[in-house]
């Protein structure tokens, strides 16, 4: 097939991303909460994007980072929670969560 009449690559699937009304209070908190890192309001403006169904592409548009940075943290949101946007601990047990961002 030709390059140019090819169809568009199609990646996974996106890990769906719900969030509990006290979750999206929690993320928006942080979002607006000055003291929050920028690596943190990345992570959150990552999560409610999925969260409003946006594709991992539309997601990597809006925030401003690349397409595993999405994937990544929308996956650690999903399995989670709040505790997944914490950095793991480093050592061979990647998935160990440090502490929760909130109670």
């Known amino acids: 097939m030709h390059p140019a009449v090819m169809p568009p690559r199609r990646g996974p699937k996106p890990t769906p991303v719900t969030l509990t ?3 999206r209070e929690q993320l928006e908190a942080l979002l607006g909460d ?5 690596r ?3 992570r959150v403006r990552i999560v409610l994007a999925a969260a409003e169904g946006k594709s991992n592409g539309e997601v990597m548009t809006e925030v401003g ?3 595993p940075t ?3 943290w929308r996956r650690r949101f999903a399995e989670h929670g709040m505790a997944g946007l914490v950095d793991a601990p480093p050592g061979p047990d990647a998935q ?7 109670p």
Do not use: N
């Open 21 to 23: 009304r006290q979750q």
């Open 34 to 38: 000055p003291a929050s890192s920028a």
């Open 40 to 42: 943190t309001r990345v």
């Open 65 to 67: 980072c690349s397409e």
């Open 70 to 72: 999405v994937i990544v």
């Open 96 to 102: 160990r969560r440090g502490r929760a961002l909130a």
